[in-house]
């Protein structure tokens, strides 16, 4: 059986513009995107729990389930860089992966 492939690129912001964000499938990181890139990945069919995470910060969980041979997208976005200090303190949501 082949694996499905997914596909995350992060918006380009001027939040965390230096820093790379880790991509975690299952809890087990898998690679790092930067600003305004993208990274591809092969999973296993079945279900799967995808975040990234940035030193401490984790976004909310994104539920795939993945099918052999299936190619699948995804969208990183960091919060405004003006609601960066509210983000890290946890009023608001510091990172978002997104379905495509």
């Known amino acids: 059986m ?4 997914l596909t995350i690129t ?6 965390a ?3 790379e964000a880790a991509i975690l499938v299952d809890e087990q990181k898998v690679g790092v995107v930067g600003n305004g890139k993208s990274i591809e990945v092969s999973i296993a069919p079945g279900q799967h729990t995808i975040r990234a995470r940035m030193d401490w ?16 997208r995804a969208e990183l976005t960091l919060c405004n860089p003006f609601l960066a200090l509210f983000a890290i303190i ?11």
């Open 17 to 19: 513009v230096l820093r």
């Open 10 to 15: 992060r918006k380009s912001s001027f939040n």
């Open 57 to 72: 910060l984790k976004c909310k969980p994104l539920e795939l389930t993945a099918f052999a041979d299936e190619r699948y």
């Open 90 to 100: 946890g009023l608001v949501p510091y990172m978002e992966l997104r379905a495509q």
């Open 2 to 5: 082949t694996n499905a492939t």
